[in-house]
Each structure stands twice: as C-alpha cells, then as structure tokens.
C-alpha cells in the first residue's frame, strides 16, 4: 500500500498524559498537513510542512501541541497534558506541492479520546 | 477568513435517486475547489475544479464550478447504498505563499437506502 499511513489508529489517554502520533506521507510527496476533525464538522487545518520545514501552524495549534518532520519524510504531532477537549480524529494528508495539483489525499486518522 | 457552506446537510433518498449537493464559499484568494468523499475513515478524493464551467465526471459522479457566483455542484445519478457517505467540499488558495491548506465545509451526510 503505498497510501498515507497513520499510527496508532486509536488512542485513549487519560487527561494530562502526553500522547504522540505518526504520519507517512505517499512517498514522493513533499508536503504534509495535520487536521483536526469533530463530530459533525469538516477536518481543519492545524499545521503544514515543506519537506522538512514547518511553514505554517493554525491559531487551533496551542502551545500544547507539536509537530516535527525531521527528515522531510514521516512527521509527528505530539500533544501534551491532553485535555478533554482534544478528543477528535486527527488526520494526515499529503501532496506533491506541484503547482498544477493541490489535491491532498488523506491518511486514515488516529482517532483521541481523553477520559 | 475563507469560509465554505455545504447544504443540506444531510440528505435521505432510495436507491436509484439521483442527488444534488451544493456547496458555496467565499475566500480572498481562491486556487481550487475540491470534493471528498468519507466513509467511517478518513476522507477520499473525488474532484478538483479550477474552471469555471467544466464539468468533471466519474462514473455516476459529476461536478461543476462556478466562479462567478462562488458555487459548486456534485451530483450523483442512480444512487446505490454504497454512495453513503459525507461528501466534504474544500476550497484551497491561490498562491499568496507556499501553503495549499485547505478550508473544509461541515459536509452533507448522504444516506442511501435500498
């Protein structure tokens, strides 16, 4: 399968622990983007990556979360003394960042829920 | 701030139905206007629109753009209960930088009974 992957696909934590979450983009994608998605609502947009640079992150992303894509390729997006109010499915998406396709295509989610 | 209007938002008909689903936005710099489809997962792609006017089609599936009055359309002839789902219309923007994020609307729910 080379399609975007996500890992784990279901996480419970309880309030206050860390939690941390694994994306591989298709893999001669240079772009990644993290999105958040609740019940009833449309996925939105929380950060995005050029290769290795994180070149924007939404006001949605407080100072609790981070994302990291070290070397260009997997990335990861880490939450600390998660809330309850973090409990979403946070999805990956990838793209090829050529300016003729904007087109993301989605990895399956990591499905939070913090008691 | 970009903003994306999907109606209804949720939508019941039988199969072999044909169904129309809207979606209206409105942004300072528009690039793009693309539809997904989801399932109890994560989102999967249908069509990119960039034109005004030309219609896009898979199987039963088509879309069309209209850039003047800021809209789009998906319909889907001879529904089959595989077609339920939420359909997701995003808009993306133009390049005022070097990001592609994406602005999703809340989606409609289609239900497709046999």
């Known amino acids: 399968d080379t399609g975007v992957s996500q890992d784990p696909r279901h996480k419970i934590t309880k309030r206050g622990q860390n939690v941390t979450f694994r994306c591989d983009p298709i893999?001669?994608?240079?772009?990644l983007y993290w999105y958040r998605q609740t019940l009833g609502q449309g996925p939105e947009f929380l950060t995005y990556f050029q290769n290795e640079a994180q070149l924007e992150k939404s006001r949605l992303l407080s100072d609790r979360f981070s994302a990291e894509r070290p070397k260009g390729s997997f990335s990861t997006l880490e939450i600390q003394r998660t809330e309850q109010g973090d409990s979403a499915m946070y999805l990956c998406?990838?793209?090829?960042?050529?300016?003729?396709?904007?087109?993301?295509?989605f990895g399956p989610g990591t499905r939070l829920l913090v008691l | 701030e970009d903003k994306v209007v999907q109606s209804p938002l949720s939508l019941v008909v039988h199969e072999g139905d044909t169904v129309t689903l809207n979606c209206s936005y409105e942004?300072?710099?528009?690039?793009?206007l693309l539809w997904y489809k989801q399932e109890k997962k994560a989102p999967t792609f249908l069509f990119m629109l960039?034109?005004?006017?030309i219609e896009k089609k898979s199987g039963r599936l088509s879309s069309i753009l209209d850039k003047k009055e800021l809209f789009s359309i998906l319909n889907i002839t001879a529904t089959q209960t595989g077609d339920s789902a939420v359909y997701l219309c995003?808009?993306?923007?133009?390049?005022?930088?070097?990001?592609?994020?994406?602005?999703f609307g809340k989606g409609t729910l289609l239900t497709v009974n046999p």
């Open positions: 893999s001669e994608h240079n772009r």
């Open positions: 995003a808009v993306a923007p133009g390049e005022g930088g070097s990001n592609y994020k994406l602005t």
């Open positions: 960039t034109s005004s006017g």
């Open positions: 998406a990838s793209s090829s960042g050529t300016r003729s396709s904007v087109a993301q295509y």
């Open positions: 942004v300072t710099n528009f690039r793009s």
